[in-house]
């Protein structure tokens, strides 16, 4: 028998039955009924012309992600210099992952809001999952949703046309493989699901988040070195499925930047997530690069949960990490994790390491946070399992429900400011992409782009051979573990 101290990694709760099976099912349906009736809201059911902030460059790749399929060519130069190259596909924050084959049959808007209601579903499946393995109560599992879903971080860097902020919603199933990596008694290939879900990060043209889940990863790891070994190999495996992402960027894209800001104080901090502010004309001059602080618009430091949500989810956490740590032994390294993404976005911390080879990606250090709240609300919400009476439980599920319904209206009122199709009705394009007003998209033929060809090809050749193997390797060792 395994002692408190040597877990082994949980299997899912037996089904509850009867009425509370139906009203669990009724809570899976509420949370992706309403959740995909928001977004497609959020963007007028598909209506919006993407004309807002960041939008106009991202309808732009999508544009030449369109010609491509519909023609049936690779994208490999297009008319517009992004991050200062024309080599379209060294840019990382492009979308390629297979939904791009919907595009010649659907508009920009249509394909923004279906891309997210796509990444919200897949989300609230993990919010289930994490669910079923720990016995979570369904008043705990919206409130996972709610607070992970339609956070101000969430909606407003989506508002500001930060499309692969959508991978947002893939924190529980990240959260979940990096708890297999930090269990006391790992399974062999227990990195496998982090080497996916990281490696889909990249897919979603999300590395700024893949970057994040790194670092959140080193962090966990320095408080459990035990666990390095199986950290190192997950890492390792998404760097080969996303080499063709990964490889083609750091050769081409030499895009001069400096670091900008973290959070400049405590009370800004604060104002972040208990503040309502939507969006404020910041003073954009294009001669004046780089771009410092006072041209940040509020979505890179708006993170709204509300008071009573942030106090729930610090509370929690921390009663988690006094009282149930023995059988929770993932929660003092998630906690060192979110502690150190705190640390890194505030002030000028992460400007000590932006000089260092790979980490010029990240100007804005405020988004870092975002991982610190999502940790400390999977770590409090794991630690309300070890209410298991009767009494306790309805106590967990009166605390629950009453906490969900204020951080529902909550998160209601922190979105409205933010409503894109509200946004676009009442200004203008955007004065950070002029040119792309007028512009045409389209894809060119350009001579001499032979070591440009040979280096997307190759990195593609050695991700596509990663993926086929790491796919092989992790179904065979399923097979065998059901079959003996």
């Given at each position: 028998?395994?002692?408190?101290?040597?877990?082994?990694?949980?299997?899912?709760?037996a089904?509850?039955?009867?009425?509370?099976?139906?009203?669990?099912?009724?809570?899976?349906?509420?949370?992706?009924g309403?959740?995909?009736w928001?977004?497609?809201?959020?963007?007028?059911?598909?209506?919006?012309?993407?004309?807002?902030e960041?939008?106009?460059?991202?309808?732009?790749?999508?544009?030449?992600?369109?010609?491509?399929?519909?023609?049936?060519?690779?994208?490999?130069i297009?008319n517009w210099?992004?991050?200062?190259?024309?080599?379209?596909?060294?840019?990382p924050?492009?979308?390629?992952?297979?939904?791009?084959?919907?595009?010649?049959?659907?508009?920009?808007?249509?394909?923004?809001a279906l891309?997210?209601?796509?990444?919200?579903v897949?989300?609230?499946?993990?919010?289930w999952?994490?669910?079923?393995?720990?016995?979570?109560?369904?008043?705990?599992?919206l409130?996972?949703?709610?607070?992970?879903?339609?956070?101000?971080f969430?909606?407003?860097?989506l508002a500001?046309?930060?499309?692969?902020?959508?991978?947002?919603?893939?924190?529980?199933?990240l959260?979940?493989?990096?708890r297999a990596?930090?269990a006391?008694?790992?399974?062999?290939r227990?990195?496998?699901?982090?080497?996916?879900?990281?490696?889909?990060?990249?897919?979603?043209?999300a590395?700024?988040?893949?970057?994040?889940?790194?670092f959140?990863?080193g962090?966990a790891?320095l408080?459990?070195?035990r666990?390095?070994?199986?950290?190192?190999?997950?890492?390792?495996?998404?760097?080969?499925?996303?080499?063709?992402?990964?490889?083609?960027?750091?050769?081409?894209?030499h895009?001069q930047?400096?670091?900008?800001?973290?959070?400049p104080?405590?009370?800004?901090?604060?104002?972040a997530?208990?503040?309502i502010?939507?969006y404020?004309?910041?003073?954009y001059?294009?001669?004046?690069l780089p771009?410092?602080a006072?041209?940040?618009g509020?979505?890179?430091?708006d993170?709204?949960?509300?008071?009573?949500?942030?106090?729930?989810?610090?509370?929690?956490a921390?009663a988690?990490?006094?009282w149930?740590r023995?059988c929770?032994?993932?929660?003092?390294?998630?906690a060192?994790?979110?502690?150190?993404?705190?640390?890194?976005?505030?002030?000028?911390?992460?400007?000590?390491?932006?000089?260092?080879p790979?980490?010029?990606?990240?100007r804005?250090?405020t988004?870092?946070v975002?991982?610190?709240?999502?940790g400390?609300?999977?770590v409090?919400?794991?630690?309300?399992?070890?209410?298991?009476?009767p009494?306790?439980r309805?106590?967990?599920?009166?605390?629950?429900?009453c906490?969900?319904?204020?951080?529902a209206?909550?998160?209601w009122?922190?979105?409205?400011?933010?409503?894109l199709?509200?946004?676009?009705?009442?200004h203008?394009?955007s004065?950070?992409?002029?040119?792309?007003?007028?512009?045409?998209?389209?894809l060119?033929?350009?001579a001499?782009?032979?070591?440009?060809h040979?280096?997307?090809?190759?990195?593609?050749?050695?991700?596509?051979?990663?993926?086929?193997?790491l796919?092989?390797?992790?179904?065979?060792?399923?097979l065998r573990r059901?079959?003996?």
């Open positions: 028998m395994p002692s408190s101290r040597s877990l082994p990694l949980p299997t899912v709760q089904a509850p039955r009867g009425a509370s099976r139906w009203l669990d099912v009724a809570a899976l349906w509420l949370a992706l309403l959740g995909v928001f977004w497609l809201a959020f963007f007028d059911y598909g209506g919006v012309r993407l004309r807002f960041d939008w106009p460059h991202v309808a732009y790749y999508l544009d030449i992600l369109r010609l491509a399929v519909a023609h049936g060519q690779m994208p490999w297009g210099d992004a991050h200062g190259v024309d080599k379209f596909l060294t840019v924050e492009t979308l390629l992952a297979p939904q791009i084959g919907l595009l010649p049959w659907l508009s920009n808007g249509a394909f923004a891309d997210v209601c796509l990444l919200y897949i989300g609230v499946a993990g919010w999952r994490a669910k079923r393995v720990f016995g979570w109560t369904r008043e705990a599992f409130l996972a949703v709610v607070a992970a879903s339609f956070n101000g969430v909606v407003s860097h500001a046309g930060h499309l692969m902020w959508d991978a947002c919603f893939l924190a529980p199933w959260l979940l493989s990096l990596i930090l006391d008694d790992p399974q062999p227990c990195w496998l699901p982090l080497a996916f879900w990281l490696f889909a990060l990249f897919l979603l043209g590395f700024h988040l893949a970057f994040w889940w790194v959140f990863t962090f790891v408080a459990r070195p666990a390095l070994k199986p950290a190192l190999c997950g890492l390792a495996a998404a760097g080969a499925m996303a080499a063709f992402r990964i490889v083609p960027a750091l050769l081409f894209i895009e930047s400096v670091f900008i800001t973290g959070y104080d405590g009370a800004t901090l604060w104002k997530f208990t503040h502010q939507g404020v004309d910041v003073v001059d294009p001669t004046r771009i410092t006072d041209m940040l509020w979505w890179e430091f993170h709204y949960t509300g008071a009573v949500l942030l106090f729930f989810v610090v509370v929690t921390g988690a990490l006094l149930n023995k929770q032994p993932e929660a003092v390294p998630l060192a994790a979110c502690l150190g993404m705190l640390v890194l976005s505030y002030g000028h911390c992460y400007a000590l390491l932006y000089p260092l790979g980490f010029h990606s990240e804005v250090a988004r870092f975002s991982l610190t709240f999502l400390l609300l999977f409090g919400l794991r630690g309300l399992e070890r209410f298991s009476t009494r306790a309805l106590a967990v599920r009166v605390l629950c429900s906490v969900l319904v204020v951080a209206w909550d998160a009122a922190g979105a409205q400011p933010w409503i199709a509200k946004l676009e009705a009442t203008s394009f004065a950070y992409f002029p040119e792309l007003e007028t512009l045409q998209p389209a060119v033929e350009k001499h782009q032979a070591r440009y040979a280096v997307v090809l190759g990195s593609g050749a050695f991700s596509l051979a990663s993926l086929l193997v796919t092989a390797w992790g179904t065979s060792s399923r059901r079959l003996g």
